[in-house]
């Protein structure tokens, strides 16, 4: 017997090294391209610059980032007047400058106003894009196709199934790694059971084919196209060219490893679980066994656990390496690979993801184990480290949260912000769920005290001893009996508590699924960080001066914004007043005046003026201010589409107060 164990654990230990060398392998992969970089390229120059006029075209338009970033065939896109593409369909990088885009322009090219349109996927793996017009020799009408206008969000229904893949990834990670987790540091004979191995392998087949899915979805994704393209296997090699794609395919070698894993856990644990009742502890003497033989019981129950010590201790190393390993596919090409402090950020990031797959899954293992007799010590075992967990949760948490935001104004400013707020009340949720869950299992552990597992002894009655003529069998029998029946008692008294625990436990899963959701969209949306900075931006570089534009008669809209930097300073409240003309298609005057409470003109220290086109993810399109005297500026405003635009105003009245005001506005309609 003792040859066999040895020879089982040398087994274990084998497959163990060899899951270590796959996973050294996956971490390097993913974390060899992680690089400080601003998180969300940003847009800060271009050649030609926005909304200029230049005297000849130019041979080619440049685009310079904040940032390193992919491009693909139809990154960069140049419309003339008509709508028609002046480019030749062949984007590259400047002299390989990753910060750069460059393509050149047919020659020939008349005068009139040529919208670019570009599009590129930004280091952590985030698709941006936008849109900015120039003119050569003057400005004029443009009727732009809006199918041609590439800006930084997916078609429709891939945006939905891309999503939706990312989110499925996620449960599936927490489901596998956080079931695993609870098998082997709370419940070992949990592995034996159907619906803990039917937990264990839903996670790594979800796991496996969302990751498939999100694979064949990323280049649709990145270039605005639809679900068709989903099978197109050049795509799919582009992908894998992109961080994300080494990330992908670093994330379905580790699944591989992965089955070796739980096929090693269940079948050593599984098979080493023993079938046993719970009786309550007797003293020596009322069960029938003298000092001398309950110690050498003892003695044996140990020499027989300590097999399954050694596989646990292995296994929980491998899984451990494993986990990070594949929370690792995910960090190294997000938010966390990207920015300030990346060094400190990635851990960070691997340990938040980590402490949320062992609550998580942790919670569906529970309530799977509530059906199947899980233990009241293993219940209380869980809840305090998942207590431990969700302290790993809301420092790590709070840490992310000041990275990606950069401010509190972010917060309700921002998508990252709000979205931020929405999944911080989940969790909160989760936690006051949490704490009945806990009230519940002190019900438990009152109504199991005194309960153990031991082997079930052998029926016999005390009346057939009796019978038999053996009166001290009898009355030992008697005395286990009595046992017995009392444990059973404690049990059914513990059923309301187990139920109950069992009701808050399902609760917590269900809203922990929507904290997932919400995670997958934060992680979809630029930080809160980035998003100020590009809706600061000065007009992206662009220096020259705008383009005239003729007053029409009797077609001038005038648009009112109040605004309220926060400041003391007299110029910090106001009104905002910007006049249009001739508020359609093409070049529109525009003039910007600001006045105080009292109507007088006011000087503040920097204005911009910008016009969005939402429906059609155009823009910001900035215009060039020109002083014309205190508290007024006047500019052109160069507008390709008709639709609702965005008029936005930002207006900084000191060093650190700034307000940005939008309104509405109907052009060509």
Known sequence: MTVARRSGGGRTRRGVGALLAVLVAAVALVFGGASVASAHATLESTDPTQNSVVATAPAAVTLTFSEGVSLSADSVRVLDPQGKAVDDGNPGHVDGKAATARVALRQGLGNGTYTVAWRAVSEDSHPVGGAFTFSIGAPSDTSVNASAVQGGKAEPAVGFAYGLSRTVAYCAFALLVGAAAFVLAIWPSGAAQRGVQRLLMTGWVALLLSTVAVLMLRGPYERGTGLGQALDLSLVRAT??????????????????????????????????????????????????????AELRRLEQRAAERPQHDTRLGL?????????????????????????????????????LLAMAFWLGGLATLAVGLRHGLPAAAVSRFSRLAFWAVVVLVVTGVYQSWRGLGSWSALVDTEYGRLLLIKTGCVAGMVGVAWISRAWTARLRVADEGLTVVPAPQSQ???????????????QLARQQAVRERAREQVAEG??????????????????VLVLVVTTMLTNSPPGRVAQAVAAQPGGGAT???????????????????????????????????????????????????????GQPVEVPEVQLAFT????????????????????????????????????????SSDIDQVTVTQQLKVGQ
């Open 613 to 652: 086109l939402p429906d059609r993810d155009l823009g910001p399109l900035p215009v060039t201010l020109k002083p014309e005297g205190t508290g007024s500026w006047s500019g052109t405003a160069q507008l390709p589409l008709a639709g609702v635009w965005v008029v936005s105003v930002t207006v900084r």
């Open 240 to 293: 894998l060219d992109e961080r994300i794609g080494t990330a992908l395919a670093a994330r379905l070698l580790l699944l591989a490893a992965a089955g070796v894993f739980l096929s090693l856990l269940v079948g050593q644990l599984g098979l080493q679980a023993k079938p046993a009742v719970p009786t309550a502890p007797a003293p020596a003497e009322e069960s029938g066994l003298d000092a001398e033989e």
């Open 495 to 512: 059923a309301p508590a187990r139920a109950g625990l069992r009701r808050s436990v399902l609760v917590e899963t269900a809203v922990a």
């Open 461 to 475: 009655e005390p009346a057939a001893a009796a019978e038999a003529g053996d009166p001290l069998r009898a009355a």
């Open 316 to 352: 929980g190393l491998a899984g451990l390496a494993l986990a990070i390993a594949l929370a690792a596919t995910w960090v190294g090409a997000d938010h966390s690979s990207v920015g300030i402090q990346v060094a400190l950020a990635l851990p960070l990031a691997a340990l938040h």
């Open 544 to 598: 020259a001066p705008a383009a005239g534009a003729s007053v029409v008669p009797g077609r001038t809209q005038e648009l009112k914004l109040p605004y309220d930097t926060g400041g003391r300073t007299p110029n910090a409240k106001g009104t905002a007043t910007v006049t249009v003309n001739p508020v359609g298609t093409g070049p529109n005057a525009v003039t910007l005046k600001l006045a105080d409470a009292t």
